[in-house]
C-alpha cells in the first residue's frame, strides 16, 4: 500500500535542475501538512518548505534553499511537487517526503509525528 513515495531525484551537474515528485496515499494528503526533507551524509534530516493541502495552499520555505527551490501540488492528483533550480554540490543529499497527516503546517520543519516515504537521492556535481 503505497503511502508516500518520492521520484524525481537523480545525478546533475551544478546549475542544473531537478523536479521531485511525491505521491500520496489519499489519508496522508488530504487537509495535511505535506513537507519536502533532505539530509545529507552525516548530517541531520532538515526541512526544505512545507505546503498545505487544502484552502490556499499555503507554502513555507526554510531559508536556505529559499528562492532556488519551489514546493506546489497537485489540486486534481495526490502528488506534491518540489522544482530545484540552480543546484550546488551542496544540495546532493536523499530527499524525503513527509506527511503531517492531518495538521496544519506549524513546526512543520520537525521530524517528529510524520509519515516519511523511502526517498529519493540527488547528487549534484561541480
Known amino acids: 500500500q503505497v503511502q508516500l513515495a518520492e521520484s524525481g531525484g537523480g545525478s546533475v551537474q551544478a546549475g542544473g535542475s531537478l523536479r521531485l515528485s511525491c505521491a500520496a496515499s489519499?489519508?496522508?494528503?488530504?487537509?495535511?501538512?505535506m513537507i519536502w526533507f533532505r539530509q545529507a551524509p552525516g548530517e541531520e534530516r532538515e526541512g526544505i518548505a512545507a505546503?498545505?493541502?487544502?484552502?490556499?495552499?499555503?507554502?513555507y520555505y526554510n531559508t536556505s534553499p529559499k528562492g532556488r527551490f519551489t514546493i506546489s501540488r497537485d489540486k486534481v492528483k495526490t502528488i506534491v511537487y518540489l522544482e530545484m533550480l540552480n543546484l550546488q554540490p551542496h544540495d546532493t543529499a536523499m530527499y524525503y517526503c513527509?506527511?503531517?497527516?492531518?495538521?496544519?503546517?506549524?513546526?512543520?520543519?520537525?521530524?517528529?509525528?510524520?509519515?516519511w516515504g523511502q526517498g529519493t537521492q540527488v547528487t549534484v556535481s561541480s
Open positions: 513527509a506527511s503531517a497527516v492531518g495538521q496544519v503546517c506549524r513546526n512543520w520543519w520537525t521530524t517528529e509525528n510524520k509519515v
Open positions: 489519499e489519508q496522508y494528503y488530504t487537509r495535511s501538512c
Open positions: 505546503i498545505y493541502t487544502a484552502g490556499d495552499s499555503l507554502t
